[in-house]
């Protein structure tokens, strides 16, 4: 891990592998449920091969509820 920040709404992780990022925020939906979202942004090109580089935020966002919790829906 690269930076670890605290926001008002949870932690923001820099991390430098993808890969890893992604492996991490399925394995969290699968322990607490949520949502992922992806998104990839061209950041730059490289100069010495052309490729072009793609910074990549993940998003998980976990829900209000857990595993337990009574959920009240239109007054059921």
Known sequence: MS????IKNGIDL????TSFAKKLAV???RKFGGVIKISAKLFSV???TSK????????FKRP???V???IHFKGQ
Not at 3 to 6: C, G, L, S, T
Not at 14 to 17: A, T, V
């Open 52 to 59: 072009e580089l793609y910074r990549v935020t993940v998003l």
């Open 46 to 48: 490289s100069r010495e």
């Open 64 to 66: 209000k509820f857990e």
């Open 14 to 17: 820099y991390l430098s592998d």
């Open 3 to 6: 930076k670890q920040v605290h």
């Open 27 to 29: 394995a969290m939906q």
């Open 68 to 70: 337990g919790d009574m």
